[in-house]
Every structure is written in structure tokens, then in C-alpha cells.
């Protein structure tokens, strides 16, 4: 299952909201979330634009849903 799949329901909303002022980087995080399916392989790149574009959590692997 990728992870796009497994994104909780309020950050999609939220990457949603934020695809109208960042497009460039909502694209590219949405790019590589359907491409991976752990955590553990997302760039360190899309690891910060999702860190910025859901205003800051502890850690990624709490913005989805567990298998």
C-alpha cells in the first residue's frame, strides 16, 4: 500500500488547502507519497516540505495510518 493510501484525512485536507499557495511542492510530495510505501524511504527533502506544509509534528510516521 503506498503512502498517499495510508495519509490520514487531515492531512490530505490540508495538502489540498496548501496546493493553492505551493503547488510546485504539494506536487512533489504527492509525486513520491505514490511511489512509496514506508516511511523510512521518503526523501529527506519531502520530509521537510511535509513538515512545513503541516505545521510541524514530532515525527512522520504520525501522518499516516497504520497498517
Known sequence: MYLKER??????????????????????????LEAKTKVSDLTYGVVMSLHTLLNNYESPYELFNEL
Open 7 to 32: 495519509l490520514k484525512a487531515e492531512h490530505i485536507a490540508k495538502l489540498k488547502k496548501k496546493n493553492f499557495s505551493f503547488p510546485l511542492v504539494v506536487e512533489q510530495v504527492t509525486e513520491e
